[in-house]
Structure formats: structure tokens, C-alpha cells
């Protein structure tokens, strides 16, 4: 059982950064693909980023590639979202989640962080 906690969010004005941290515990944090998805209210939960069990492979969503960063260090068993330019669509419930492959699809991640919520204000 991996038990992954979120950290990072609050709230922050359009065009600022934020940096979100997940760690994780219980597990073998290498050998999962590590994602990050988010919720607005009202809304599907949506995916947003991934990484590579080594870090060396990442994918992202169309809406926030080129302002969003995912990064993970197996030695403190944390992945990390580095979120700049931010806007207020942005603003959401962000989750972080684990898997066995590389996926986008919510019902391919095994573990859950309870989540950390990130609010942009215009």
C-alpha cells in the first residue's frame, strides 16, 4: 500500500507559480509512473502530468504544457509539479496518483494523495 500526501497549494493571483509536492511512503516510490491530475468543481477529474518511473520520460496536457514542470526524486520519494504562468482555470483540487505504466486515464492509477487545492484569482 502506497500512501502518497499532497503539499504546495493555496491561493495566488494570475501569472504567479506554484510548486506541488507529493510524497509518498510504504512502497518501492521508483516503480511507479507518477501523475498528477486535478479537479474543478463541477468537473471530471482531468490528467495533467506524468513522469517515467527514472524521470527521464514526462508527458502533459495540452492546456498546460510549456507552463507546468513534473519532476520526481527517487532519493526522498517525492514527485513535484512546478506550476507557472498560472490562470484561473487553473484553479482546481490537484491530486497526485501512481501507477504501473505510463497512462493519462484516472482508472489506471492504483494509489491516491487526498489531494491539495490550488485557487487562482484574476
Known amino acids: 500500500q502506497v500512501r502518497m500526501v499532497e503539499s504546495g497549494g493555496g491561493l495566488v493571483q494570475t501569472g504567479d507559480s506554484l510548486r506541488l509536492s507529493c510524497a509518498a511512503s510504504?512502497?518501492?516510490?521508483?516503480?511507479?509512473?507518477m501523475g498528477w491530475f486535478r479537479q474543478a468543481p463541477g468537473k471530471e477529474r482531468e490528467f495533467v502530468a506524468t513522469i517515467g518511473m527514472s524521470g527521464g520520460v514526462t508527458y502533459y496536457s495540452t492546456s498546460v504544457k510549456g507552463r507546468f514542470t513534473i519532476s520526481r526524486d527517487n532519493a526522498k520519494n517525492t514527485v513535484y509539479l512546478q506550476m507557472n504562468s498560472l490562470r484561473p482555470e487553473d484553479t482546481a483540487v490537484y491530486y497526485c496518483?501512481?501507477?504501473?505504466?505510463?497512462?493519462?486515464?484516472?482508472?489506471?492509477?492504483?494509489?491516491w494523495g487526498q489531494g491539495t487545492q490550488v485557487t487562482v484569482s484574476s
Open positions: 496518483a501512481a501507477a504501473l505504466l505510463t497512462a493519462t486515464r484516472t482508472d489506471l492509477y492504483r494509489y
Open positions: 510504504g512502497g518501492t516510490f521508483s516503480s511507479y509512473f
